[in-house]
């Protein structure tokens, strides 16, 4: 959309770099069928900042795909907005817009959505909460900034290989093992970040 409506230009090396990066994290995030392990603990109620897992011996459904992808172009057309009238307006006023816009809708729907059985967050939840809260706050800023300097396009595919993140942290922290699909996403990754970046 960034080259289509904003007319902006990442040539032939930047498109490929997009397509690797972006099909890298869909292998590298995906988890096969063989490895997947039903969760310790059945989750039936939400926890707050936990997302509800599926319960042992209830396999996974294609109802949420709809969701997902729905997700996918909404998060898309955010993002080209974002950047859009960051270019305007400037970095901080389009994320303290763009902020200011997202906490006032949950408000509205809290009294439609909210539940208040899901409340029941300890000290440490909060905490983890408010971290959650105040990296997506740098992640919005920074991004408002790639828009600000009209490399909407760029930013957008960047930004969208935070997957790995999490998946080399369960590697470092937590000794978890990448199998081959996952390990060719990763070059996949890197191929496509160095590419973008040429």
């Given at each position: 959309?960034?080259?289509?409506?904003?007319?902006?230009?990442?040539?032939?090396?930047?498109?490929?770099?997009?397509?690797?990066?972006?099909?890298g994290?869909?292998?590298?995030?995906?988890?096969?069928?063989a490895?997947?392990?039903?969760?310790?603990?059945?989750?039936?109620?939400?926890?707050?900042?936990?997302?509800p897992?599926?319960?042992?011996?209830?396999?996974?459904?294609?109802?949420?795909?709809?969701?997902?992808?729905?997700?996918?172009?909404?998060?898309?057309?955010?993002g080209?907005?974002?950047?859009d009238?960051?270019?305007r307006?400037?970095?901080?006023?389009s994320?303290?817009?763009?902020?200011?816009?997202?906490?006032?809708?949950l408000?509205?729907?809290?009294?439609?959505?909210?539940?208040?059985?899901?409340?029941?967050?300890?000290?440490?939840?909060?905490?983890?909460?408010?971290?959650?809260?105040?990296t997506?706050?740098?992640a919005?800023?920074a991004?408002?900034?790639?828009?600000?300097?009209?490399?909407?396009?760029?930013?957008?595919a960047?930004?969208s290989?935070?997957?790995?993140?999490?998946?080399?942290?369960?590697?470092?922290?937590?000794?978890?093992?990448l199998?081959?699909?996952?390990?060719?996403?990763?070059?996949?990754i890197?191929?496509?970040?160095?590419?973008?970046?040429?």
């Open positions: 959309l960034a080259v289509i409506i904003l007319g902006e230009h990442i040539g032939g090396t930047g498109a490929a770099g997009v397509v690797l990066a972006v099909t994290i869909a292998m590298a995030s995906a988890s096969s069928p490895t997947a392990q039903p969760p310790p603990i059945a989750v039936t109620e939400p926890i707050v900042g936990v997302a897992g599926p319960t042992r011996g209830r396999s996974l459904s294609r109802a949420g795909i709809p969701l997902a992808l729905a997700s996918a172009v909404t998060y898309g057309f955010s080209l907005l974002l950047g009238f960051s270019a307006a400037g970095a901080l006023g994320a303290l817009t763009a902020h200011g816009a997202s906490v006032t809708v408000l509205l729907a809290l009294p439609i959505l909210g539940r208040t059985k899901a409340w029941r967050a300890d000290a440490s939840g909060l905490i983890w909460a408010v971290a959650a809260g105040l997506d706050v740098v919005l800023l991004f408002a900034r790639g828009g600000q300097t009209g490399q909407v396009a760029v930013t957008a960047v930004s290989v935070y997957p790995a993140i999490p998946l080399l942290a369960g590697i470092v922290m937590f000794g978890e093992r199998s081959r699909r996952q390990l060719l996403g990763v070059t996949l890197i191929t496509g970040l160095i590419l973008i970046g040429l």
